[in-house]
């Protein structure tokens, strides 16, 4: 996955779960509560053929209930470490 202009994006469906499957390829489709634990693309394109392939999209449009959302995708290193991180840093863990 690659973001473009540094926005990923993923289904949400109407009652704020996201959408999930442990192999990436839609055969084991899930709903989680939390946008980490979701299946994440660099397009919206990307996100929605997903859900065709779990079955909750037919011909590029999603089903009722369902939309695609995004957010801001952050390179891992560019996160500011907090206070626990520096104290384990020091601690050499």
Request: hydrophobic residues 40%; glycine residues 8%.
């Amino acid at each position: 996955m690659t973001a473009q202009d540094n926005t990923e994006y993923a289904i949400r469906r109407s009652d704020g779960l996201y959408l999930y499957d442990d192999t990436m390829d839609g055969t084991h489709p899930e709903w989680v509560q939390l946008a980490d634990n979701a299946a994440w693309f660099g397009t919206a394109a990307e996100a929605l053929a997903f859900a065709e392939l779990a079955g909750f999209a037919d011909e590029g449009r999603l089903d009722a209930g369902l939309e695609v959302v995004d957010r801001p995708w952050v390179w891992e290193e560019d996160i500011e470490p907090d206070d626990t991180d520096l104290e384990l840093d020091r601690e050499g863990l």
